[in-house]
């Protein structure tokens, strides 16, 4: 295959080694000019609690885009479908990593100098090094491990779920049955992957199989029987969710929130098999099939836990 996801990953692969005895190791990493207005607004999955003004220009902190990440994380690693493509909050965050790590070898590069000025005069006896001074580094790196497992973990959710849904992902792009184009649901090297992943399996279920068959049954997408021939996402999986409602936290400017009779805000869905309207209170934890809290999800009111 010509994209590996070692290839998506090699902008996490570089080892960071750093100490700080002379600076600030923990110096300020919010100075990224970079970052720009959230999501694509053509779509309604957003990076910050999923919902996001398009006109606004302010620039997410560090800590924020580092919650965000974590919500969509358990988000993807939750939901049964292939969740939209967090671009500019992974932009940010690579870039932020990127810079880190940077910074991270610079002060590693000072430690070591003085490290080797201060051996040369325990020679006679005097400046006993101190091992303490490498503690801010190790956090540093700590801190650093952590996220770029999150990520990883994140991108590597994706990929598997690119594996088992490639002929469907190909399926609703072809039939414009996708809320946005598939281009805005997968970064760059997801779209590379997911084209060569789904071009290698439709070629060789065509050498194998397909080829074998009368004209008339060598579709792939043929749905007619009682078994679908591609698979789908479990619309149907139960999932544990957290009622979050309006980013802003201002409930009544939020269309669809509900003020009950007892001055809890809520939203109001509806259980197809049961005919059953359900109250959803804000700041609540329930379990509900996906397919009743999709819309929510997408619009950022609820998140997956």
């Known amino acids: ?39 694509n607004e053509s779509s309604s999955y957003p990076e910050t609690n999923l919902k996001t003004n398009a006109t606004s220009t302010s620039i997410p902190s560090p800590q924020q885009d580092y919650n965000n990440l974590i919500i969509l994380w358990r988000n993807e690693r939750c939901a049964p479908e292939l969740l939209p493509y967090p671009h500019n909050l992974m932009t940010r965050m690579l870039s932020r990593i990127q810079e880190q790590m940077e910074r991270l070898e610079i002060i590693s590069m000072d430690f070591l100098g003085q490290q080797h000025s201060t051996t040369t005069t325990d020679t006679t006896g005097n400046n006993p090094v101190n091992n303490n001074n490498m503690l801010p580094l190790l956090c540093m790196e700590a801190e650093l491990e952590r996220i770029k497992f999150v990520i990883r973990s994140f991108i590597r959710c994706r990929l598997s779920k690119i594996d088992k849904f490639s002929l469907y ?10 809320i946005s184009p598939l281009q805005d649901f997968l970064s760059k090297d997801e779209m590379i992957y997911y084209e060569s992943h789904s071009e290698i399996l439709l070629k060789l279920f065509n050498d194998t199989i397909l080829k074998h068959l009368p004209p008339n049954m060598q579709a792939i997408n043929d749905n007619t029987g009682t078994v679908p021939m591609i698979d789908e996402p479990d619309w149907n999986k139960f999932v544990f969710i957290k009622v979050i409602g309006p980013q802003n936290k201002i ?55």
């Open 251 to 305: 409930f009544n400017t939020d269309p669809i929130l509900i003020k009950g009779d007892n001055g809890k805000w809520y939203y109001e869905v509806i259980i197809p098999e049961l005919q059953e309207r359900v109250e959803l209170i804000i700041d609540s934890i329930y379990v509900m099939r996906y397919k009743v809290i999709k819309d929510l999800l997408m619009e950022g009111k609820v998140t997956l836990i």
């Open 1 to 39: 295959m010509d994209v590996d996801i070692e290839d998506i990953l090699a902008e996490l692969n570089t080892d960071s080694t750093a100490v700080d005895q002379s600076g600030n190791p923990f110096s300020d990493i919010n100075n990224n000019n970079n970052a720009s207005t959230l999501y």
């Open 169 to 178: 992902l190909r399926q609703i792009n072809e039939e414009n049955e996708s």
